[in-house]
C-alpha cells in the first residue's frame, strides 16, 4: 500500500503524519480522518482553494487536474508547479509526500471561539 506522509504544519499538523492508504483515497478526506483540519470551505467538491496542498513526492503518479480544478488553482496563494487541491488528490500506486501551505485565502474561515 502507498504511504502519504503530511509534513509538520504549525496550525493543522504540528508533528506530521505518515500513514499507509489503499489506492483511490482522497487527501482531503484522509486529513480530516486523521485530525488533520485542513480547511474545506465548499466542503470539498472544487469550488474554492482553502484544501491547496503541494505534493513534493509522488505528483507525477497522480492523474491530471482537470480545468475546474486548474481554474480554482488559478486563485490559490502561494501556488506552485505541484500545486493540487486535496479535495481532487487521489492516491494512486505511489507514496506521496504532502505539504499544507502556511496561508490559504478563505473568507468563510470563522474566529476561535
Not at 503524519?17 to 482531503?28: Q, R, S
Amino acid at each position: 500500500m502507498p504511504r502519504v506522509e503530511f509534513l509538520p504544519h504549525e496550525k493543522f499538523c504540528p508533528n506530521g503524519l505518515v500513514v499507509e492508504v489503499p489506492a483511490g483515497t482522497n487527501i482531503l478526506e484522509l486529513a480530516h480522518e486523521h485530525h488533520i483540519e485542513m480547511e474545506s470551505a465548499c466542503g470539498g467538491v472544487c469550488a474554492c482553494t482553502t484544501c491547496h496542498c503541494v505534493v513534493r513526492k509522488g505528483f507525477s503518479s497522480l492523474a491530471e487536474a482537470d480545468e475546474m480544478e486548474e481554474d480554482m488553482l488559478d486563485k490559490a496563494w502561494g501556488l506552485e508547479a505541484q500545486s493540487r487541491l486535496g479535495c481532487q488528490v487521489i492516491v494512486a500506486d505511489q507514496d506521496l509526500t504532502i505539504e499544507i501551505p502556511k496561508y490559504s485565502l478563505n473568507h468563510a474561515a470563522e474566529a476561535p471561539h
